[in-house]
């Protein structure tokens, strides 16, 4: 977000024009409404869904905020069902009580599974109201927000998540070879092999090897 500040005396009076620009305009919330989980829910109403319903309302008796019971390192993370190019992550915590317990917040990202995390941001101590975390650019399908070596209970009212608007496309490359088509699936791609040619990229094939074996044949007859 940059912002510019204009100044002009009107009269006598001295007018103040505030402009913002969002450089990430083309970005969007691809966390929202997808689904979401917790180690424990503390109460019957504060679920995980509520991390990301789209309200950042930053009241917690207004039921748009998440609560985990005592964890050590509580974490809440977002399936985004699909694979994104992410960039930046917005958290709005708590501002009606307990604001303090949201420290050593670590933003991790995983593509495969929610197992194989890798770390691409932290804010060592508080995080206060408000955070907003940008990141170099990585792939991601599920995101974890984990309060690090913390024993506590983790709460917070939003978690967005901003990605390019369409997911990644595993078949911008042109994997498959020899005149197959490409599908793209979650994080991978299949390929459907035309006549004669086979494997995960179409790259084996009868017709590959009766064309070596002419052309050995060619050879020693010309010998």
Excluded at 155 to 179: Q, R, Y
């Amino acid at each position: 977000m940059m912002t510019w500040i204009f100044s002009t005396l009107v009269g006598l009076s001295l007018w103040i024009v505030l402009i913002t620009t969002d450089t990430n305009a083309a970005l969007v919330n691809v966390a929202l409404g997808k689904p979401a989980s917790m180690p424990s829910i503390r109460g019957l109403t504060w679920t995980a869904d509520l991390g990301n319903d789209g309200n950042a309302d930053d009241n917690f008796f207004n039921n748009h905020c998440f609560q985990t019971d005592t964890e050590m390192s509580p974490w809440w993370q977002v399936d985004l069902q699909d694979v994104y190019y992410i960039s930046q992550l917005n958290i709005t915590n708590r501002r009606d009580c307990c604001t303090d317990r949201a420290a050593n917040v670590e933003i991790s990202v995983a593509t495969d599974g929610p197992s194989n995390w890798t770390v691409v941001a932290y804010q060592e101590g508080q995080m206060g109201l408000f955070k907003s975390f940008t990141f170099d650019t990585v792939k991601a399908r599920y995101i974890r927000v984990t309060l690090r070596n913390e024993e506590s209970i983790f709460h917070l009212c939003e978690v967005e998540v901003f990605g390019e608007i369409t997911p990644v496309d595993d078949c911008a490359d042109s994997p498959c070879l020899n005149g197959g088509v490409c599908t793209d699936e979650i994080n991978s791609y299949t390929c459907q092999c035309t006549q004669g040619f086979y494997g995960n990229n179409c790259g084996q094939g009868k017709y590959i090897f009766v064309s070596l074996y002419s052309h050995v044949k060619t050879r020693l007859q010309n010998l």
